[in-house]
């Protein structure tokens, strides 16, 4: 028993008014007298005085509003299911990578497969089940049915996925299976009590372990270094509780730069050095050593190409081109870099004249054909040239803002700050926003963005760079989107790095072949911005080909929590856990059962017997006295 | 206040031409109740009578004895004035209802008799009588005798307050061991008191040779009940006790019954003791009570 809104308690104040009306009307005048002797025979409407008085009229107003007032603040009770109707079950998955665990022959998923199997046989007929997934977020795999083949083909397609499942998802699931009867929960971990503890009061919530510790290795990241100038580095973790030998083979495009068996610590985690590279390309760190997780022991990282790349600087500020002249040095120190005034720039023409890999524009804007990639820094609001050729409006300018924390801010790893002046620009549906800040009057304005044109690669940042902003020691997050951005402009055009979960834009033409990691193969056709965007949730390489040209999609994974499969001990109970536990060993689940309806006819009645009497009285007294 | 009336001119004009009727004795007989002897004192003859031993022999009239041979007493009358007690009941009773000012009526009425009674240069007093706390307090001025004297009572009357519980018994016991010559007492009450103790001690006065009237004070709301009708909690100003009851038409004609019946009962008890009744209800009545219903029960003539 509850109530779904115990503050429409409020309504209890009528009885509080009630009971002073009623009070009010037995209130009578007291009156002094020089003798009781002489009223010994008038008389007395009661023996004795009394507090409450046996009023009919009363008590029935009294049980309508009362009854009106626990039908408002939503009284329920929970009833068990009725016979014969069939109880609704979820089934909820964990689709994270430590899902894919090797487990005996086969791995976690198949084992929480065939348990999710063995309760569908066992389960009454007429009973219906769900499939609910989640991991990056929930998904219903099949709505309710009752129909088993169908529920055993979408058990069957249930794969784990590269990524780490978050808690946030699982939450979510729980809520989509919360108008189930019953909830299966099949995860390699316990839950937060928590989370559990949300759903536990309204529906009983079984959950299956699925999996035991287990030891695994993974490599948490890769760094190419500077290809000739720092070196390369690999770091490798064991979250096993014991020594585990690991062979660890790097390789740069078909060139073998790395091959070697260590021994890694419990729960050791190693740096393991190489190089520098000799020339730019894809590096590719594998762990050979058979492990529990195989999507975490494969990653791509970029060795930056030292080619030398065209870049004009075009800034009205001489300052400001001096400083990005210096950031673009610090990205590649092989850049050919041209640097001059907008109002004095003359575009190179002539059969001899290189197209430039990059421009960047401060503060201006002019069309420079055969430009690679754009990036704009700061437009100006009055270009209507910029927003016929990339249609990137600009609607006024900020005094200030600030990044917000979920954007360079964090991926920083420094704090949020106030940047200087800022344009408010309106991004074209092509282009992806990176980061974006607040400011005066504006709840979120875009601050960086990067995307693929018909003209090419273009980037926006919209804060100023002037007085130096670059190279400010305590605006490191302008510099770090300013480097990011890039870095991401003179990346090859046919390799993309990205961590699993991410969406990814390629560019493509009318339909693309997509080749996933597995060997899969889809097809999808590119939207009008002439791009296909996919999100790659596997681990490994994923190939899109359009129109004759292949890109590369690597998509790397690594999650400590997820990738650590060593069971850890259960928290202390606390109330949430208990309360889930209690709920949880409901002999049967219950379900809510409102009591509106039958509270509001008590209510009628109530108010139908009261009408009566009162015409009773009216007949009684010939309607005078009511 | 109404016992204020009592002292003014206008009002004493009217009673300048009263006396009381007190039946004075001239001779003692058994079983006579006489007021104003005193036997051998005073000096004027009243009788003769043969000597029997134990008479006093400074009555011998030795004149008669030379002449007849016989022992013969002269006796004398004491004194022809007649001690004159208005006594007021002060309980909480006479106090309500307040409109009704009922002991205002009291005291007025009991200052008159008061006035009156000095037209014979009798000696008058006015007492008050409650219970306070358990304890029977009787207040009363000293007697004056004469008109002149009669703003002294003034103050006395127009002091008392409506307070405690009417025990009447308790009242007359204090007046009585007083040990006062016989006199006239005027009681002047509502007699809202319990049947039993009124009557006892209207016996124990007339026993104690008193010339007893009774004057029953009531107040017209109270009598009449005039209240507006409904639900009404009443509480008894004397002992406190809490009842509920209805007050309308059927309860007003019911409450009048009661009160004449009180009133009939206390004529039937005072007719049996010989004691002159008097109703004086309403504090309006008071100078037609005065002028008219006294001399027609013989108080006053």
Redesign the interface.
């Given at each position: 028993m509850g109530f779904l809104d115990p503050q429409n308690f409020i309504y209890g104040l009528s009885l509080a008014l009630l009971v002073l009306i009623y009070l009010r009307s037995r209130s009578r005048p007291t009156i002094e007298v020089s003798s009781l002797m002489l009223f010994d025979e008038a008389p007395a409407p009661v023996a004795s005085v009394r507090h409450v008085r046996i009023d009919p009229l009363f008590w029935l107003e009294m049980a309508t509003l009362a009854a009106l007032t626990l039908a408002i603040a939503g009284l329920y009770v929970m009833t068990p299911p009725s016979a014969g109707q069939g109880r609704s079950h979820a089934l909820v998955f964990d689709l994270g990578a430590a899902m894919g665990a090797r487990e005996g022959p086969g791995t976690r998923i198949d084992l929480a497969r065939q348990q999710a199997l063995e309760i569908i046989d066992q389960a009454p007929p007429g009973d219906e089940f769900s499939i609910i997934g989640y991991a990056l977020e929930a998904q219903v795999r099949h709505p309710q049915t009752a129909n088993l083949a169908d529920l055993r083909k979408a058990l069957a397609d249930l794969v784990p996925m590269a990524v780490p499942a978050r808690m946030a998802a699982l939450r979510a699931a729980l809520i989509r299976a919360r108008g189930a009867s019953e909830i299966d929960l099949f995860a390699d971990r316990p839950p937060a009590p928590a989370i559990l503890a949300d759903v536990a009061s309204t529906v009983r919530v079984n959950f299956h372990q699925i999996g035991s510790d287990d030891s695994n290795l993974a490599i948490v990241s890769l760094d190419p270094g500077i290809p000739g100038a720092t070196r390369a580095r690999a770091v490798i973790r064991n979250f096993s509780a014991r020594p585990h030998p690991e062979e660890v083979a790097i390789a740069l495009g078909d060139t073998e730069q790395f091959h070697q068996t260590m021994m890694l610590a419990p729960r050791e985690q190693l740096v393991v050095s190489f190089g520098p590279l000799t020339a730019g390309g894809l590096l590719h760190a594998r762990l050979l050593t058979d492990d529990a997780i195989d999507a975490d022991n494969s990653r791509y990282a970029y060795a930056p190409s030292d080619h030398a790349a065209q870049v004009l600087v075009l800034s009205p500020d001489a300052a400001v081109r001096d400083d990005i002249a210096r950031v673009l040095l610090a990205v590649n120190t092989n850049f050919q870099i041209e640097t001059a005034d907008p109002a004095k720039f003359v575009a190179p023409s002539g059969p001899g004249a290189k197209p430039f890999d990059l421009v960047v524009m401060h503060d201006c804007y002019l069309p420079v054909a055969g430009a690679a990639s754009t990036l704009l820094i700061f437009p100006p609001p009055a270009a209507k040239n910029l927003a016929h050729a990339a249609g990137i409006w600009v609607n006024g300018t900020l005094a200030s803002a600030d990044i917000r924390s979920d954007a360079a801010g964090e991926s920083a790893g420094v704090e949020s700050l106030t940047l200087g002046a800022t344009r408010v620009v309106a991004l074209p549906e092509w282009m992806d926003l990176i980061a974006t800040a607040t400011g005066p009057g504006h709840l979120s304005v875009p601050l960086a963005a990067e995307g693929r044109g018909v003209d090419g690669q273009v980037g926006v940042l919209a804060f100023d760079v002037r007085d130096h902003l670059l190279l400010a020691p305590d605006h490191l997050d302008a510099l770090v989107l300013t480097v990011d951005m890039i870095k991401q402009l003179t990346a090859p055009r046919d390799i993309l790095i990205v961590s699993t979960g991410a969406d990814v834009s390629v560019p493509a033409t009318g339909n693309a072949r997509v080749t996933l990691p597995d060997g899969s193969v889809r097809t999808m056709a590119a939207d009008k911005w002439g791009r296909v965007r996919i999100r790659p949730m596997q681990a490994g390489r994923y190939t899109v080909e359009s129109g004759g040209v292949t890109t590369q999609v690597l998509a790397n994974y690594y999650d400590a929590t997820e990738s650590d499969l060593v069971v850890k001990p259960q928290p202390e109970v606390s109330v949430p856990t208990g309360r889930a536990a209690a709920a949880s060993n409901l002999p049967s689940a219950r379900q809510v059962q409102p009591l509106v309806f039958i509270l509001i006819a008590l209510a009628l009645f109530a108010l139908m017997i009261e009408s009566a009497m009162l015409i009773n009285h009216a007949g009684r007294w010939r309607m005078r006295h009511v | 206040m109404l016992e204020a009336r009592a002292f003014e001119p206008e009002f004493l004009r009217k009673l300048d031409r009263m006396v009381l009727g007190i039946k004075r004795a001239r001779t003692v007989r058994a079983g006579q109740r006489a007021l104003g002897r005193v036997q051998g004192l005073g000096i004027e003859p009243e009788n003769f009578k043969e000597y029997a031993p134990g008479d006093d022999l400074r009555f011998l009239d030795w004149n008669a004895f030379a002449r007849l041979d016989e022992l013969m007493l002269r006796t004398y009358r004491a004194d022809r004035q007649v001690e004159v007690t208005a006594l007021v009941d002060a309980s909480?009773?006479?106090g309500?209802?307040e409109r009704d000012d009922?002991l205002g009526l009291a005291l007025a009425i009991g200052a008159s008799l008061a006035y009156i009674g000095m037209a014979d240069n009798d000696a008058v007093r006015i007492g008050a009588f409650a219970m306070h706390r358990g304890a029977m307090t009787l207040d009363a001025t000293p007697f004056h005798r004469r008109r002149e004297s009669y703003l002294n009572f003034k103050p006395f009357v127009t002091s008392v307050k409506a307070g405690g519980e009417t025990r009447l018994g308790a009242a007359v016991d204090q007046l009585l061991l007083q040990r006062r010559p016989p006199g006239m007492v005027v009681i002047i009450s509502?007699f809202?008191v319990n049947e039993g103790d009124l009557e006892d001690a209207l016996k124990r006065m007339v026993a104690a040779r008193h010339d007893v009237k009774v004057v029953h004070v009531m107040?017209e709301q109270?009598s009449t009940?005039s209240?507006p009708p409904?639900?009404?909690?009443?509480?008894?100003?004397?002992?406190g006790?809490?009842?509920?009851?209805?007050?309308g038409p059927?309860?007003v004609e019911?409450?009048g019954?009661?009160?004449e019946k009180?009133a009939a009962r206390i004529r039937e008890i005072c007719t049996a003791h010989a004691i002159v009744y008097a109703r004086a209800f309403g504090a309006g009545n008071l100078e037609a009570f005065m002028e008219r219903e006294l001399p027609i029960l013989g108080i006053v003539r």
């Open positions: - | 909480a009773s006479m309500l209802p009922k509502d809202l107040g109270e009940a209240y409904g639900l009404y909690r009443i509480r008894d100003a004397e002992t006790e809490v009842r509920e009851t209805v007050l059927l309860s019911k409450l019954r009661k009160v009180i």
